[in-house]
């Protein structure tokens, strides 16, 4: 076949198998396949450079960096909407429509109030080739090569496609997806963001798309700006049919009747929305007819034929009765606020987050002041603003404390940083955190070690350093509270199994500034070993694609204190994370190309590290077992994978089958 046509073939495959994974969430083959299609695209491609079409789903991503986003004027504005907080302004909102409409019976359309941010994609002759947030409405900013990034928008569509199209909808960051992407971006020394709708935003209003491109980002298509010559007449059917034509479209909605299935919809969904993965607000009501809404009109910026019935709000008010802070684990001092508790919207609130001293002196936040605080989903609560209308001359500034409350140590703030910090590291404060951290799931998987039990093995003067926990005994543990028979040798279990994590996780789990887990991966990758990393100089560092002099310097920083080479030392001699060195032999291709599955219980991997021992030696690992995979892995139990192989002719091996296979690529052979 000519290649020109087995590309095209390729694109069509691709965007269907997109369709089926972003939009449906049904998809038909594994990600491995999807990868391997790509994987042909590609190279066809990249022989062809002539066949690359802009709306290649190899395209999405690879746009350079943006000095300044280009002004995007809106052919049709992007309106706002009208609110109400509860039934009686609904039926006030129905009412007029109604007599407007001189009580011709009408529907309303149910959905959603996506919380996030709004965007409007233009198509033409079906390619995307156009992305624009809303701006003031009329004027936004062109966002198109972030938005291209987002898989769940089309950039091409189906040949029945209206030659010009603009649909509208809201960008948002899945909830589920927060919590992880803000604690990265702390051990980044980056600053939290507040909540997934400021993710949302900020991440589609980034001028480097690998950026935007990093993020889970989604969309919900809630309306059209245009379609030129098709014949639409509800929103209802618009929905549809641009449901059809491939974009996202929000299931949750309704075809109202009568203003009492408006109410059941709203009273349904404000006991649900928290579960939702997307941020809500609210539900918005659309009257169906596009006759009708023309009739109706715009007032102002707010179209009279919809309105936004806003759930119950996630604020409310109280009192900021001290501001304390704690030590973080790198010795950051993170000031919060205890209040008085409230209750927002089911929940009590007690304390809430205040980020740092630059972040109260801008809200100008007193000790005493009225607050406003917010709590949204998952979210830690947030001091929005104090009201210092209610002040009455009370109300006390706060300063973060020149002496660490824990160490006595002098705290300091560094030129152009936010944080103030405790030098000392060893701070029991800073070493509980630490400890916490080192043995958490990204780093080095320790489990049955909480922040109590942590105290009181440091209380105990049992460790000193995150080092200690190697040399900890049976005894030891015994000592302390909470501990039974079984409990201790789970804990020295777990230990020990922690030493056969790879170097990248250690590397993590030193809690090094911007050091977080993909940053540790290309580290790693470079310099496998203390050995050859404490020997690597600034030059050597920032020679790692994607390490810049801000990373290369807090690890050299790091390693050329004298504590934590003392760490390092230990850490060493109890051979934590010392496969590695030996693994460094194995030629890194040694599994080029290979595709495995792995399945069952295995004797000497976890499952975290076969895959990282497999990705290490340039081999993939798939979730399912298809036509494409080359070995299946098989440990104890292995289940219904097994079956599938044997079907499918896969190759099947044991754990004891690999091992030899990677052996024979090792100059120094793993034991
Ligand atoms: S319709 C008149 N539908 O709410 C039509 N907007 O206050 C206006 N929004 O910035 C938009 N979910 O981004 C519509 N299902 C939905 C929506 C929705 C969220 C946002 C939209 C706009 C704001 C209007």
Redesign the pocket.
Same mark, same amino acid.
């Given at each position: 076949m000519h290649a020109a046509k087995l590309a095209q073939d390729l694109r069509e495959e691709l965007n269907y198998h997109n369709h089926r994974y972003h939009i449906l969430d049904d998809p038909e083959i594994s990600d491995s396949q999807y990868d391997a299609l790509m994987g042909r695209l590609q190279e066809i491609e990249a022989a062809n450079p002539e066949f690359i079409t802009p709306d290649s789903p190899t395209q999405r991503v690879g746009a350079e960096p943006l000095s300044s986003f280009r002004e995007a004027n809106h052919l049709v504005p992007?309106?706002?909407?009208g609110?109400t907080f509860d039934d009686n302004g609904f039926l006030a909102w129905y009412q007029r429509v109604n007599i407007l409409l001189e009580e011709a019976s009408f529907e309303m359309v149910c =959905?959603?109030?996506?919380?996030?941010?709004?965007v409007a994609l233009t198509y033409e002759d079906g390619v995307f080739v156009r992305g624009a947030t809303?701006g003031n409405g009329t004027v936004g900013e062109d966002v198109t090569l972030n938005l291209r990034t987002i898989r769940s928008i089309p950039l091409s569509l189906p040949k029945h496609a209206p030659k010009r199209l603009e649909v509208?909808g =809201?960008v948002i960051f899945p909830k589920s997806k927060f919590e992880a992407f803000n604690t990265e971006r702390i051990s980044q020394g980056l600053t939290a963001y507040a909540n997934p709708r400021n993710t949302a935003a900020g991440s589609v209003r980034q001028l480097d798309p690998k950026i935007t491109a990093s993020r889970p980002l989604d969309i919900?298509i809630?309306?059209l700006g245009y379609a030129e010559d098709i014949d639409l007449t509800t929103h209802w059917e618009a929905m549809e049919f641009l449901n059809e034509l491939g974009f996202k479209v929000?299931r949750n909605m309704l075809l109202a009747q009568s203003p009492q299935d408006v109410l059941d919809y709203y009273r349904k969904w404000v006991t649900l929305w928290e579960q939702l993965d997307y941020g809500?607000d609210g539900t918005?009501i659309?009257i169906n007819r596009f006759d009708y809404q023309r009739h109706l009109g715009v007032m102002g910026r707010?179209?009279r034929?919809?309105i936004?019935y806003k759930f119950p709000a996630t604020q409310a008010t109280t009192r900021l009765r001290e501001i304390r802070i704690n030590v973080g684990r790198t010795g950051r001092i993170n000031p919060y606020a205890v209040l008085d508790p409230v209750d927002v919207n089911g929940v009590t609130v007690r304390q809430a987050t205040l980020h740092n001293e630059d972040n109260i002196k801008t809200k100008d936040l007193r000790i005493g002041d009225w607050v406003v605080v917010e709590r949204a989903g998952e979210v830690i609560p947030q001091v929005i603003t104090s009201i210092a209308a209610k002040r009455d001359g009370t109300e006390t500034e706060f300063a973060i404390p020149k002496i660490c409350p824990t160490c006595n140590h002098e705290i300091v703030r560094a030129q152009d940083e936010v944080a103030h910090f405790c030098p000392n590291a060893a701070c029991p404060a800073q070493l509980i955190r630490l400890l916490e951290h080192f043995v958490s799931r990204s780093a080095m998987d320790i489990e049955g070690l909480g922040i109590s039990q942590s105290t009181s093995l440091l209380n105990a003067g049992h460790i000193k350093d995150v080092a200690d926990l190697y040399n900890l005994t049976a005894k030891d543990i015994v000592s302390i509270d909470r501990f039974g028979e079984k409990s201790v040798a789970n804990l020295l279990a777990a230990i020990d199994a922690s030493k056969s994590r790879p170097f990248s996780r250690l590397l993590v789990a030193l809690g090094i500034p911007l050091v977080g887990v993909e940053v540790a991966d290309l580290i790693a990758r470079h310099f496998p070993s203390f050995e050859t990393l404490i020997a690597a100089e600034e030059k050597d560092l920032v020679g790692i694609p994607g390490v810049g002099p801000k990373i290369a310097g807090t690890i050299i920083s790091y390693f050329s204190s004298e504590s934590n080479r003392k760490v390092v030392e230990k850490l060493s001699a109890a051979r934590v994370a010392i496969s590695v060195d030996q693994k460094q032999n194995l030629t890194p291709t040694a599994l080029t190309g290979l595709r495995f599955v792995v399945t069952g219980r295995l004797a000497n991997f976890s499952r975290s590290d076969i895959v990282e021992t497999i990705k290490e030696l340039g081999g993939t690992v798939s979730a399912s077992v298809s036509r494409k995979t080359d070995y299946l892995i098989t440990g104890e139990d292995p289940g219904s994978k097994l079956t599938e192989a044997e079907t499918l002719g896969v190759t099947i091996i044991s754990e004891t089958e690999f091992t030899a296979m990677i052996d024979q690529n090792s100059a120094t052979p793993l034991t």
């Open positions: 992007l309106l706002s909407l609110n =959905e959603l109030k996506f919380d996030g941010l709004a809303r509208r =809201e919900y809630y309306g929000n809500c918005v659309k707010e179209p034929w919809a936004a």
